[in-house]
């Protein structure tokens, strides 16, 4: 069974930092792509940036270049997301998944493991 647990979410400032963890388990870390999205109330959920596991590639959405890294520390099946920098249109749940596939930002439904989310709140 494979699982992806997220944490690390809570109410921050504009112009604030946090750090979002998924710790994953239960599949072969080589073969997947691994990423971050976000859903804020009445959005469609979107790809802010993901993770080849295999080749270390990353891939970012426009929103998130320059400002939210995405890294792992293989040793702890852990993925991270760096948010820096946040706006309050950075407010949204947001959401591990992986899938053994292509990685990709764009196709959210390719997607079919995902933790339960994380809330991330920004005040102006």
């Known amino acids: 069974l494979v699982q992806l647990v997220e944490s690390g979410g809570g109410s921050v400032q504009a112009g604030g930092s946090r750090r979002l963890s998924c710790v994953g388990s239960?599949?072969?870390?080589?073969?997947?792509?691994i990423g971050w999205f976000r859903q804020a109330p009445g959005k469609d959920r979107e790809g802010v940036a993901a993770?080849?596991?295999?080749?270390?590639?990353?891939y970012y959405a426009e929103s998130a270049k320059g400002r939210f890294p995405i890294f792992q520390d293989s040793a702890k099946n852990t993925l991270y997301l760096q948010m820096n920098r946040l706006k309050p249109d950075d407010t949204a749940m947001y959401y591990c998944?992986?899938?053994?596939?292509?990685?990709?930002?764009?196709?959210?439904?390719?997607?079919?493991?995902w933790g339960q989310g994380t809330q991330v709140t920004v005040s102006s």
């Open positions: 993770l080849s596991l295999g080749g270390g590639s990353t």
């Open positions: 998944a992986a899938e053994p596939i292509p990685c990709t930002l764009v196709d959210v439904s390719s997607f079919s493991i």
């Open positions: 239960g599949y072969t870390y080589s073969r997947y792509c």
